[in-house]
C-alpha cells in the first residue's frame, strides 16, 4: 500500500544541512497495524508527515498505491484524503465552531455524501462509539478521551483504507489510552483498516503487529510481531 | 454545506464578540455615510429630467472675453435674441422660447371685490413655444391661449393657493403689480424640486414691458433663452453660424467680444459658471469630491476588517489544517470565509440602514433639499446597497480569505504558523495606509475651519451690522412718497441712519458698464456701477480716502469711486482724481471722492472696480443703520410705517449680515460635512486599531508575562507594546502631509482673500492622531502589562 524509496529530509540552515530522515526505505502493506517508535527529534512525526503527504521528502520517492505521489499536486492530494486516508492527531484537532455531529459530518460533505448516506453513517458511527447522547455538544464540554473518540469517528467517516495517527494516545490517562488501543486493534482485524501510528510507548506498540524503531532518522529495527 | 458554512460562521462571529462589534460598528458607520452619500448624489443627479425631449433642449448663455483676460458669462441673454434665434435659426431649431423672470404683487379679490390675498411672488413672463420644449404634465386648459395678452398658467399648487381648489382656478383672473389682470388659462401640475426653473405663475410673455427689447448692449441674468434643437442636428454644427450671428447683430463695439453658446440642459445644474433660476447649482467637482470621501470611508472600515480577520486568522489555522486533511478544497475553504464575511457585512447593512434613517433629517436640514430613504420610491438605492455589500465583503473578505486557506496543513495542525504569516507587514502598510487617509482629512478639515474663520472676521471694509435691508417699490407714484418714508422712519427710536440705494456696498445684484475717464475714449474694463442717495456711505460706514461724499441729488450728477478703479486707471494719486470727468454709458458726472475700498462680492472673488452715483429711479432698497439694542421694536416700527405709506405692496426685509453669511453657505455646508466626515474616519481607524492592540496584547500575553517575571516595570512594557503602533502613526503622517498640501492649496486658490498655508494644521494633525493613538493603545495595553504574569504561564 504504501512504499517508501531511500526518503531523504532535511532542514537547510546557514549553509549547514540538518538531516531529519536518512535513506529510509520500507513498504506498508494493506491490512498492517505499524507503531512508528524512537526517541524525541529522530524523525517520527516527520516520516508520517511524509506519509501523510503534509510535507514532501527532499529526495526519494514514495508510491501509494503503486502510485508515485511524491510530488503531487493539490488537487490530487485531496482526491486522496477525501477517499484513501485518515488522520488522527494527539490534540485531537476537533473544530470548536462544530458540535459532534458536524464534526464527522463535515469529511462526507467534502466527499459530496448525499444527506441520507451521511445521516446513516454518521448514526453508525456514533452508535459504535456509545457517543450518540453526545452529538449535540461541542469538543470543548467532552473529556479528552471522548474528544479522541470523535476524532476517530471523523477519520473513519470517509472509510478510509488508511489511518495515520500522531501519538493518539499522548494526551490521554492510561485507562482511556487503553480504550482507544482496542478501538484501533478491533478496525484493523474487523475491518481490515491499514493504521500507522506514532508512539512513544511499548505498550501501545504491543497492540500492532509490526515495530519501526528510528534513531538519528535512520530505521533501526524493523521488527513484526503478533 | 451552505447552511452549514453560515451556521460556523455565525457561532465564530458570536465567539469573537469583540472583534465582531468593532468591524459591524466600522462597517455600518461606512456603509451609512456611503448610502448617504449615494442618496445625495442620486438626488442631485436627477436634475432636469424627464422630459421628453431632454437630450434636445439646450440654454442659451452669453460670454464676453475682454481684452485683459477677464471673461464675464451670463445665465442669461440680451432681450432681442430669443426672436432673432427664432428668424436665423429656423433650419436648425425647432422652437425657441424667452423665458423672463420678475417679480411683483399678486392680489386676489372675492366675489364682493373684497381683498381676499396680497402676496409678493416671482413670476415668469414665457412664450407658448416654452411648453413645446418642456412636456409639463397639464391638469386644465393647454398653453396656446398664451400667445393672447393678460392671460396665465399656474402651477397645482399655486392654483390651490389663489383660488381654494385648482379644478376652479380655470376662468378666474388676479391682479398683478396694481396695474393689469390675468386671467387664469391652464393649471399645470407641480415642477419637483430637482428643477432648475422654478416656475409657479406663468405670464404672457406679450405683457412684458422693458425699454431694452431691442438693446443688444444690455444683457441681464433674468431672461434666460432655451431652444429644442430639430432631430438629427448636431450642436456642433450651430457653432459657426453662432458667430456669424454674433457679427450680424452686435454691431455697436463694446469693449469686451460677445458670445453665445448652447447649454445642454443637463449641464445647467452642474455649472455654477452660469447659475440658473433656482439659484442652485451642483459642480460635479463637488460631487467627485464626496464621492472620494465616501470610498475613503469604505476602504477605513475594510481596512479595519482585513487587519482583524488576518490577525485572527492564526488562532484559526488549526480549524483550516484540519480541514484541508479532511479534503476541502482551497477554494471551499475561500467559499466558506466569504460566506463569513457576507454574514457580517449583511448585519453591518441592516445596522447602516437604521443609522440612515436617523441621520437622514440632518442631512435634508443642512442641504435642504427632499430625499427620502426609500427603496420603493428610489430603487436605484437598493440596488446600490446590493452593490455595495457585494464591494466591501469581497475587498474585506477576499484578501484575508487567500492568506487563510493557503496555510500549509502539517504547519498549521501544530500550530506553527508564524505570526507573519497573517500577513503582518502588509498590516503594517494598511494601518499606515488607514491613517494617512484619516490625517488628510484632520488637515483638510482645520484647514476649511481656520479658512471659514479667515473670512468671517475680515474686515470687509464697511460695517454690515445692524443694517436692515428693506425692499421698496420704486415706481412714479411711490417715488413722490420717499421723502414722506425717510423723514418719518428717521423718527423711530433706535434709527441712526437710513440710505436709499439700489444694492447694499456688497451684494449678489452688480451691475456693470462701460465708461470713459476723463476722455472720450472708452475704458478697455467695465466699471461695477452702484446707486445710492448722500447717505448711503455714512450708513454703511464706508470710508473716504479723498474728496466727499456727494451732495444731494435726483439723478447722476457726481461719481464716487473706489481705490480699485484708480488703481486699475493708473492713477496712483486719489486727490489728482477728484474733479475730473466719468462717463458711464452716457450719462456723465464728476467725480467728488474715492472710497477706501470694500467687498463688492463674496471674498472668493477680488473687488471691481466700482462708481457709485445718485440715481432715484434705482432705489429699490432702503438700508436702515438701527441701534443694536432696539433692533426687534426698530423692526416692527420701520413695518408698521412703511405699510402705511405703501398700503397696496408687500413688506419684506432681511439684515445685512445674513445676507453676507448666505454668500458662504456652500462654505458652511462643506465645513460641516467634513466635520461630520472626519469625526467619522477618526472614530472607524481608531475602533480598527484598538482591535489590533487587543490582539497584539492577547498574542503576547506570554512574552509580556515572562518579561514581568524578569523584572519589566508596567511602564516599559507599556511602552514595548505601544512602540510599533506610535510609528506606525507617525509614518501616515508622514505620508499625509504632502498629499493633504496638495488637496489643501487646491482649494485655497479659489478664494480671492486666503490663509496662507501654514505648519500649524499639520503639527496639530498629527498631535491629535499620535495622542488618541496613544490613549486607545495605552488602555489596552496597560491592562495586558498589569495582568498577573502567574495566569498567563502557568498552562504552559
Known amino acids: 500500500m504504501i512504499k517508501l524509496e531511500n526518503i531523504e529530509k532535511y532542514y537547510a540552515n546557514k549553509g549547514v544541512k540538518n538531516y531529519v530522515l536518512r535513506h529510509v526505505t520500507t513498504q506498508i502493506n494493506k491490512g498492517e497495524f505499524v507503531s512508528i517508535m524512537g526517541p524525541s527529534g529522530a524523525g517520527k512525526s516527520t516520516l508520517l508527515n511524509i506519509m501523510g503527504m503534509l510535507e514532501e521528502p527532499t529526495y526519494g520517492s514514495y508510491f501509494f498505491n503503486e502510485e508515485d505521489v511524491t510530488h503531487l499536486g493539490e488537487r490530487k492530494k485531496i482526491e486522496l484524503y477525501r477517499n484513501h486516508i485518515g488522520f488522527v492527531f494527539?490534540?485531537?484537532?476537533?473544530?470548536?465552531?462544530?458540535?459532534?455531529?458536524?464534526?464527522?459530518?463535515?469529511?462526507?460533505?467534502?466527499?459530496?455524501?448525499s444527506s441520507g448516506e451521511r445521516k446513516s453513517r454518521i448514526a453508525d458511527l456514533l452508535d459504535r462509539f456509545n457517543i450518540v447522547a453526545k452529538k449535540d455538544l461541542f469538543p470543548n464540554q467532552l473529556s479528552g478521551g471522548q474528544q479522541q473518540l470523535v476524532g476517530i469517528a471523523r477519520a473513519l467517516?470517509?472509510?478510509?483504507?488508511?489511518?495515520?495517527?500522531?501519538?493518539?494516545?499522548?494526551?490521554?490517562?492510561?485507562?482511556?489510552?487503553?480504550?482507544?488501543?482496542?478501538?484501533?486493534?478491533?478496525?484493523?482485524?474487523?475491518?481490515?483498516?491499514?493504521?500507522?501510528?506514532?508512539?512513544?510507548?511499548?505498550?501501545?506498540?504491543?497492540?500492532?503487529?509490526?515495530?519501526?524503531?528510528?534513531?538519528?532518522?535512520?530505521?533501526?529495527?524493523?521488527?513484526?510481531?503478533? | 454545506m451552505f447552511k452549514l458554512n453560515l451556521k460556523i460562521a455565525l457561532r465564530n462571529l458570536w465567539k469573537n464578540k469583540t472583534y465582531t462589534i468593532i468591524n459591524i460598528l466600522g462597517l455600518s458607520i461606512g456603509m451609512a455615510c456611503c448610502i448617504l452619500i449615494f442618496m445625495f448624489i442620486n438626488y442631485q443627479m436627477s436634475y432636469d429630467k424627464g422630459y421628453k425631449n431632454e437630450d434636445q433642449i439646450y440654454r442659451v448663455v452669453s460670454t464676453w472675453n475682454y481684452a485683459d483676460g477677464n471673461n464675464f458669462s451670463s445665465q442669461g441673454v440680451p432681450l432681442p435674441l430669443a426672436p432673432a434665434l427664432r428668424n436665423d435659426f429656423s433650419a436648425q431649431l425647432e422652437k425657441v422660447s424667452a423665458i423672463q423672470q420678475a417679480f411683483g404683487i399678486v392680489k386676489i379679490n372675492d366675489a364682493k371685490g373684497n381683498e381676499k390675498l396680497k402676496t409678493q411672488e416671482r413670476t415668469f413672463y414665457i412664450e407658448p413655444e416654452f411648453f413645446d420644449i418642456f412636456d409639463f404634465k397639464w391638469l386644465a386648459g393647454q398653453a396656446d391661449e398664451l400667445k393672447n395678452p393678460n392671460t396665465t398658467i399656474l402651477t397645482k399648487e399655486t392654483a390651490t393657493r389663489f383660488f381654494g381648489d385648482w379644478k376652479n382656478a380655470v376662468g378666474k383672473?388676479?391682479?398683478?403689480?396694481?396695474?393689469?389682470?390675468?386671467?387664469?388659462?391652464?393649471?399645470?401640475?407641480?415642477?419637483?424640486?430637482?428643477?432648475?426653473?422654478?416656475?409657479?405663475?406663468?405670464?404672457?410673455?406679450?405683457?412684458?414691458?422693458?425699454?431694452?427689447?431691442?438693446?443688444?448692449?444690455?444683457?441681464?441674468?433674468?431672461?434666460?433663452?432655451?431652444?429644442?434643437?430639430?432631430?438629427?442636428?448636431?450642436?456642433?454644427?450651430?457653432?459657426?453660424?453662432?458667430?456669424q450671428f454674433v457679427n450680424k447683430?452686435?454691431?455697436?463695439?463694446?469693449?469686451?467680444?460677445?458670445?453665445?453658446?448652447?447649454?445642454?440642459?443637463?449641464?445647467?445644474?452642474?455649472?455654477?459658471?452660469?447659475?440658473?433660476?433656482?439659484?442652485?447649482?451642483?459642480?460635479?467637482?463637488?460631487?467627485?469630491?464626496?464621492?472620494?470621501?465616501?470610498?475613503?470611508?469604505?476602504?477605513?472600515?475594510?481596512?479595519?476588517?482585513?487587519?482583524?480577520?488576518?490577525?485572527?486568522?492564526?488562532?484559526?489555522?488549526?480549524?483550516?489544517?484540519?480541514?484541508?486533511?479532511?479534503?476541502?478544497?482551497?477554494?471551499?475553504?475561500?467559499?466558506?470565509?466569504?460566506?463569513?464575511?457576507?454574514?457580517?457585512?449583511?448585519?453591518?447593512?441592516?445596522?447602516?440602514?437604521?443609522?440612515?434613517?436617523?441621520?437622514?433629517?440632518?442631512?435634508?436640514?443642512?442641504?435642504?433639499?427632499?430625499m427620502a430613504f426609500n427603496i420603493f420610491q428610489y430603487p436605484s438605492i437598493f440596488l446600490f446597497m446590493v452593490a455595495l455589500t457585494v464591494v466591501v465583503a469581497c475587498l474585506s473578505g477576499f484578501y484575508p480569505a487567500l492568506v487563510m486557506s493557503g496555510f500549509s496543513p502539517a504547519l498549521a495542525i501544530k500550530n506553527k504558523v508564524k505570526a507573519n504569516t497573517g500577513g503582518l507587514g502588509l498590516r503594517k502598510v494598511l494601518v499606515v495606509v488607514q491613517f494617512a487617509l484619516t490625517v488628510v482629512l484632520i488637515i483638510g478639515t482645520l484647514f476649511i475651519i481656520n479658512q471659514m474663520k479667515y473670512i468671517r472676521e475680515r474686515p470687509i471694509g464697511f460695517n454690515p451690522s445692524a443694517i436692515a435691508l428693506v425692499d421698496i417699490p420704486n415706481d412714479s407714484i411711490s417715488r413722490t412718497r420717499f421723502d414722506v418714508l425717510k423723514s418719518r422712519i428717521m423718527q423711530v427710536p433706535g434709527v441712526k441712519n437710513l440710505t436709499l440705494c439700489m444694492s447694499a456696498p456688497s451684494s449678489?445684484?452688480?451691475?456693470?458698464?462701460?465708461?470713459?475717464?476723463?476722455?472720450?475714449?472708452?475704458?478697455?474694463?467695465?466699471?461695477?456701477?452702484?446707486?445710492?442717495?448722500?447717505?448711503?456711505?455714512?450708513?454703511?460706514?464706508?470710508?473716504?480716502?479723498?474728496?466727499?461724499?456727494?451732495?444731494?441729488?435726483?439723478?447722476?450728477?457726481?461719481?464716487?469711486?473706489?481705490?480699485?478703479?484708480?488703481?486699475?486707471?493708473?492713477?496712483?494719486?486719489?486727490?489728482?482724481?477728484?474733479?475730473?470727468?466719468?462717463?458711464?454709458?452716457?450719462?456723465?458726472?464728476?467725480?467728488?471722492?474715492?472710497?477706501?475700498?470694500?467687498?463688492?462680492?463674496?471674498?472668493?472673488?477680488?473687488?471691481?472696480?466700482?462708481?457709485?452715483?445718485?440715481?432715484?429711479?434705482?432705489?429699490?432698497?432702503?438700508?436702515?443703520?438701527?441701534?443694536?439694542?432696539?433692533?426687534m421694536q426698530g423692526m416692527a416700527d420701520i413695518q408698521k410705517i412703511w405699510n402705511n405709506v405703501f398700503p397696496e405692496y408687500v413688506y419684506s426685509s432681511s439684515f445685512m449680515d445674513d445676507e453676507i453669511n448666505s454668500y458662504y453657505e456652500s462654505e458652511k455646508i462643506m465645513g460641516t460635512l467634513f466635520k461630520v466626515f472626519a469625526g467619522v474616519i477618526i472614530f472607524i481607524s481608531f475602533i480598527g486599531l484598538f482591535g489590533l492592540i487587543s490582539f497584539v496584547a492577547a498574542q503576547r500575553t506570554k512574552e509580556v508575562a515572562i518579561r514581568r517575571v524578569l523584572g519589566a516595570s508596567t511602564f516599559e512594557l507599556v511602552k514595548m507594546l505601544n512602540g510599533s503602533f506610535l510609528l506606525m502613526v507617525f509614518i501616515a503622517n508622514l505620508v499625509a502631509w504632502p498629499l493633504a498640501y496638495v488637496f489643501v492649496s487646491k482649494w485655497l486658490n479659489g478664494f480671492t482673500y486666503r490663509i496662507n498655508v501654514s505648519i500649524w494644521p499639520f503639527v496639530i494633525a498629527m498631535c491629535i492622531s499620535l495622542i488618541i493613538t496613544l490613549i486607545t493603545v495605552s488602555m489596552r495595553s496597560l491592562r495586558a502589562a498589569k495582568a498577573n504574569a502567574i495566569d498567563a504561564l502557568k498552562y504552559e
Open chain 1, 157 to 226: 467517516a470517509a472509510q478510509p483504507a488508511i489511518i495515520l495517527a500522531d501519538e493518539p494516545t499522548g494526551n490521554l490517562q492510561s485507562v482511556q489510552a487503553e480504550e482507544i488501543m482496542e478501538l484501533f486493534k478491533k478496525l484493523n482485524r474487523e475491518d481490515g483498516i491499514t493504521i500507522v501510528q506514532v508512539t512513544h510507548s511499548e505498550k501501545n506498540a504491543g497492540y500492532g503487529n509490526r515495530i519501526i524503531t528510528i534513531e538519528d532518522g535512520v530505521i533501526k529495527e524493523d521488527l513484526k510481531i503478533g
Open chain 2, 249 to 370: 447683430y452686435y454691431t455697436d463695439k463694446g469693449p469686451g467680444k460677445e458670445g453665445h453658446h448652447f447649454q445642454a440642459l443637463s449641464q445647467i445644474h452642474y455649472d455654477p459658471e452660469y447659475g440658473n433660476f433656482a439659484g442652485n447649482t451642483m459642480p460635479m467637482k463637488e460631487i467627485y469630491g464626496l464621492m472620494v470621501i465616501g470610498a475613503f470611508l469604505m476602504l477605513t472600515a475594510c481596512i479595519n476588517f482585513i487587519n482583524l480577520a488576518t490577525a485572527q486568522s492564526i488562532s484559526r489555522s488549526k480549524e483550516i489544517g484540519v480541514r484541508k486533511v479532511m479534503g476541502s478544497m482551497r477554494k471551499q475553504l475561500i467559499v466558506q470565509f466569504l460566506t463569513e464575511t457576507f454574514s457580517l457585512t449583511l448585519i453591518a447593512l441592516l445596522f447602516a440602514c437604521v443609522l440612515t434613517e436617523a441621520a437622514l433629517p440632518g442631512m435634508r436640514n443642512l442641504f435642504n433639499i427632499d
Open chain 2, 508 to 631: 449678489s445684484n452688480n451691475n456693470e458698464s462701460n465708461f470713459s475717464y476723463n476722455s472720450s475714449k472708452d475704458a478697455d474694463f467695465q466699471v461695477n456701477t452702484k446707486v445710492g442717495d448722500e447717505n448711503y456711505f455714512k450708513t454703511f460706514g464706508l470710508d473716504f480716502v479723498a474728496g466727499r461724499a456727494f451732495s444731494k441729488s435726483d439723478t447722476i450728477r457726481e461719481y464716487v469711486v473706489n481705490e480699485t478703479l484708480l488703481k486699475r486707471l493708473n492713477v496712483p494719486n486719489p486727490q489728482e482724481a477728484v474733479g475730473k470727468k466719468l462717463n458711464i454709458s452716457g450719462r456723465s458726472g464728476q467725480i467728488v471722492g474715492v472710497v477706501k475700498d470694500f467687498n463688492n462680492n463674496s471674498l472668493r472673488d477680488g473687488i471691481s472696480p466700482i462708481a457709485i452715483s445718485t440715481y432715484k429711479k434705482g432705489y429699490y432698497t432702503m438700508a436702515v443703520k438701527l441701534d443694536s439694542k432696539q433692533i
Open chain 1, 90 to 113: 494527539q490534540a485531537y484537532h476537533l473544530i470548536d465552531e462544530m458540535t459532534v455531529y458536524e464534526n464527522i459530518e463535515a469529511p462526507l460533505l467534502y466527499k459530496n455524501v
Open chain 2, 173 to 243: 383672473s388676479f391682479n398683478y403689480q396694481n396695474n393689469e389682470n390675468y386671467k387664469v388659462i391652464g393649471v399645470i401640475d407641480d415642477l419637483p424640486k430637482n428643477s432648475s426653473f422654478p416656475i409657479r405663475i406663468v405670464l404672457s410673455y406679450k405683457n412684458y414691458k422693458n425699454k431694452n427689447m431691442d438693446r443688444w448692449g444690455s444683457c441681464s441674468s433674468s431672461s434666460e433663452c432655451y431652444v429644442l434643437l430639430k432631430k438629427g442636428v448636431d450642436i456642433n454644427s450651430l457653432s459657426a453660424p453662432m458667430a
